[in-house]
């Protein structure tokens, strides 16, 4: 079945140094979407990114990723870290007819001063 | 819009009594999922519904957990004989197919302890 990895369960960074979140899938079906889910403390998970055209960059609230499917992933980025960026981030796989979002693990993004 | 709407955000019971979470989906979505979210494993999948039919409850434990959908604006999931390994935030979302993929809207969770 469909598979999403998430290898860093817990990064910390100081603010203002880059992000790189990374997301790997594995999928029989060569129409993948993928997704990044964020979720602050309180707050109900919100997606943040997503993406179904191989080496496009998607942009959305400073952060980006491309979706390479030679690769098979969909890594997380931004320039620059702030405070506010601190959450638990997920990504997720949808391919063509299932309803269902094939989740990773999450990882846990803490911006320090 | 109000989103999807969980009740109760909070909810506390002993060893052993039941728990009934509710959700509330987006009106006209047709897809209603329940996942558990925990710091050891993340968001796991539980169950979901399309259109109040149950499609798939691969990721429920078979025993104390139930999911229903009775009609198209709630669902509820069940838990019966509470155990503490219960404890998590019980996450509902819906969704609605379109040709870009499937994004699934998230309630704010129910968090439920288990003493």
């Known amino acids: 079945g469909d598979s999403v990895t998430q290898k860093e369960g817990l990064v910390t960074l100081t603010e203002g140094l880059p992000v790189m979140l990374n997301c790997t899938y594995q999928?029989?079906?060569?129409?993948?979407?993928l997704f990044w889910y964020v979720h602050y403390l309180n707050e109900s998970p919100r997606l943040l990114l997503k993406?179904?055209?191989?080496?496009k960059r998607t942009e959305h609230q400073g952060f980006h990723a491309t979706l390479h499917k030679s690769s098979s992933s969909f890594h997380l980025q931004k320039s620059s870290a702030q405070l506010s960026d601190s959450a638990l981030y997920y990504c997720a796989l949808n391919t063509e007819g299932a309803d269902r979002l094939t989740f990773g693990k999450g990882t846990q993004l803490i911006i320090q001063p | 819009n109000a989103g999807v709407i969980q009740t109760p955000r909070h909810k506390v019971t002993g060893k052993g009594q039941e728990a009934t979470l509710w959700c509330e989906p987006i009106?006209?979505?047709?897809?209603v999922f329940w996942y558990r979210q925990t710091i050891v494993q993340g968001l796991e999948f539980l169950t979901y519904f399309r259109n109040q039919a149950p499609i798939d409850d691969s990721g429920m434990p078979k025993e104390r957990f139930s999911a229903q959908m009775p009609n198209q604006s709630h669902s509820t999931l069940k838990i019966q004989s509470t155990q503490p390994q219960d404890s998590a935030v019980y996450l509902c979302a819906s969704s609605n197919r379109d040709w870009g993929g499937v994004e699934q809207y998230f309630g704010p969770g129910t968090r439920l302890t288990v003493l």
């Open positions: 999928t029989i079906y060569s129409n993948a979407f």
């Open positions: 009106s006209g979505h047709s897809a």
């Open positions: 993406s179904s055209t191989d080496n």
